[in-house]
């Protein structure tokens, strides 16, 4: 029996939220890791993720080989995992954004929510 936790820890597809060119970026580094892995510090692809991975900023573009979708709504595949790395600001209209387009598990990597107030 599969569950949707099935696809949080075994994801068959994992979007990227905040994918971004600059180096040291949280969202390069999660692109980068996702599609190289690394060995010693060094990039690897054996090691990298081997299902889809969809890097997504509304910039559009490419980083690292990828082809950049300005939103979720545009990757028009199942997302099994989001991994998000964008400013709290952004976090709640990015969360609707998962549910339309069927995406059940997110990580979000963010920090200042204790800095924007109660509500």
Do not use: C, W
Not at 45 to 73: T, W
Not at 84 to 108: C, M, T
């Amino acid at each position: 029996m599969s569950s949707d936790l099935d696809n949080f820890f075994k994801p068959r597809s994992v979007a990227i939220v905040g994918a971004s060119a600059t180096k040291h970026k949280v969202g390069h580094a999660l692109l980068r890791n996702l599609l190289y892995g690394t060995m010693h510090g060094e990039p690897d692809r054996r090691l990298g993720f081997d299902g889809p991975v969809y890097a997504v900023n509304p910039h559009g573009g490419e980083i690292l080989g990828q082809h950049v979708y300005k939103n979720l709504a545009e990757v028009g595949q199942p997302i099994d995992l989001l991994v998000v790395a964008i400013p709290p600001r952004f976090i709640i209209d990015l969360v609707d954004e998962a549910a339309d387009v069927g995406v059940k598990n997110a990580i979000i990597i963010s920090a200042g929510f204790a800095e924007i107030g109660e509500e």
